[in-house]
C-alpha cells in the first residue's frame, strides 16, 4: 500500500511570506529614515528692552538665564513657532513684514544633536550666517538685531 | 508455492493499489483463489485502509480547505490569465499566512530588521556632546560675539547692530 502526501501548497506560502517581509521591510525602512531625518525645533522671538519691568508669562523658565546675560528690565514674546524641519529643507520666518528673514535648515541629524544652519537676512543684506548644532536642553540665542528702545533675540530650542 | 507467492506479494500491493496491468491482474486473481497467506495479506491490506480512511475522512469533513480551493483557482486561472484585480486580492489575503503559522519566522525576520535597523541608526552616529555648539559665524556687515553659558546650557550669538525702528510681528 503506498501513502503518498502533497507538500506544494508550503512553498508558495513562504513566497508570499517572503516577499510580504520584504514589503514592509521596505516600507519601515524608508518610513524610519524619513521619521528620523526630522526634528522639531521651536523658535521664539522674544523683544528685550528696558522700558518697563514686565517679564512675558511664558518667558519665566527663560528669564533666568535672561537676566544673568543681559540687562534688560523687560521681556516681551513676539513670536512662538513650532517648526518641523527636514533634512535639506530650508524654512523661512520673517519679521517686521519682510524686512527681516530668517531662513533655518537642518543640515544634520544625529541621535542627540539637531545641526541647523541659520542665515539672517536683513532688507535683502545677510547679517548673519552661522551654523549651530542643537541638542537636548540646550538653547541658542541669537540677538543684537535693534529695534527702538531694545533688541531682538531669537531663541532656538529642538525636541528630540 | 512460497517462492511463487514472494513474488505474488511484490504484485500485490500494486493490486491493491489498482496499478498492475491486465496480465499482472490475472495472475494475482488466480493465485489469491488458491493462496490462504495471501488473501490474508490482502485482507490485512483493506482492514489498514479502513483503519487509516475514517478518521481522514473525518478530518477532511471536519476542514473546509479554503487554500487548496484557491490553488486550484489559481492553476486554473492560469491557463485563463488573472486580472490585475484578482492578483492583488490574491496578494492581500492574508488568511493563508495565520493558517500555516508563518508569523513566528515572519516576527523573527521584522525583529531582526528592526534590530539591524536601530544599531544602524542609533549607535553607529557619533554622538557630538563635547563638540562646541556654535560650529562657524560670519557675518559680512556687523561684528559677532559668541558666549557660551556652559551651566545653564545657553549659547549666545549676539550681532552689533545700529538702532532701527520700532519692531512689530508678522
Not at chain 1, 36 to 62: F, M, W
Not at chain 1, 95 to 108: N, P
Not at chain 2, 17 to 30: A, I, N, P, Y
Request: aromatic content about 10%.
Amino acid at each position: 500500500m503506498a501513502i503518498r502526501g502533497a507538500g506544494g501548497g508550503s512553498i508558495a506560502v513562504m513566497k508570499r511570506v517572503v516577499a510580504l517581509i520584504a514589503f514592509f521591510s521596505l516600507l519601515f525602512i524608508l518610513f524610519t529614515s524619513v521619521a528620523l531625518a526630522q526634528v522639531q525645533t521651536q523658535l521664539r522671538v522674544i523683544r528685550a528692552s528696558n522700558v518697563g519691568q514686565g517679564v512675558d508669562p511664558s518667558l519665566k523658565e527663560l528669564h533666568n538665564e535672561l537676566k544673568t546675560l543681559f540687562n534688560f528690565t523687560s521681556y516681551r514674546l513676539l513670536r512662538d513657532e513650532n517648526l518641523i524641519l527636514s533634512l535639506n529643507q530650508p524654512v523661512s520666518i520673517s519679521a517686521r513684514e519682510g524686512k527681516i528673514i530668517m531662513q533655518i535648515t537642518l543640515v544634520g541629524l544625529h541621535k542627540n544633536v539637531a545641526e541647523l544652519r541659520i542665515k539672517v537676512t536683513r532688507e535683502g543684506t545677510e547679517t548673519l550666517n552661522t551654523q549651530v548644532r542643537l541638542s537636548p536642553g540646550r538653547t541658542v540665542l541669537i540677538g543684537g538685531s535693534k529695534v527702538r528702545e531694545g533688541v531682538i533675540i531669537y531663541a532656538f530650542y529642538a525636541h528630540f | 508455492m512460497k517462492d511463487f507467492c514472494s513474488s505474488i506479494s511484490k504484485l500485490l500491493e500494486k493490486y491493491f493499489d489498482q496499478e498492475v496491468t491486465d496480465k499482472e491482474r490475472l495472475l494475482v486473481e488466480g493465485h489469491l483463489q488458491d493462496c490462504p497467506a495471501c488473501q490474508d495479506a490482502l485482507n490485512s491490506m483493506e482492514e489498514l485502509r479502513t483503519l487509516i480512511k475514517v478518521p481522514v475522512e473525518e478530518a477532511v469533513q471536519k476542514e473546509d480547505f479554503p487554500w487548496l480551493w484557491q490553488k486550484i483557482e489559481r492553476g486554473i486561472g492560469l491557463q485563463e490569465k488573472q486580472s490585475w484585480w484578482q492578483s492583488i486580492r490574491f496578494w492581500l489575503d492574508v488568511s493563508p499566512l495565520f493558517k500555516k503559522k508563518v508569523w513566528i519566522p515572519a516576527m523573527a525576520t521584522i525583529m531582526v530588521l528592526l534590530f539591524i535597523t536601530t544599531q544602524i541608526y542609533f549607535k553607529k552616529i557619533p554622538s557630538y556632546s563635547g563638540a562646541s555648539v556654535v560650529e562657524y559665524v560670519e557675518s559680512e556687515t556687523n561684528n559677532v560675539m559668541v558666549y557660551d553659558l556652559e551651566k545653564a546650557r545657553v549659547t549666545v550669538i549676539w550681532l552689533f547692530e545700529e538702532p532701527e525702528e520700532e519692531v512689530s510681528p508678522s
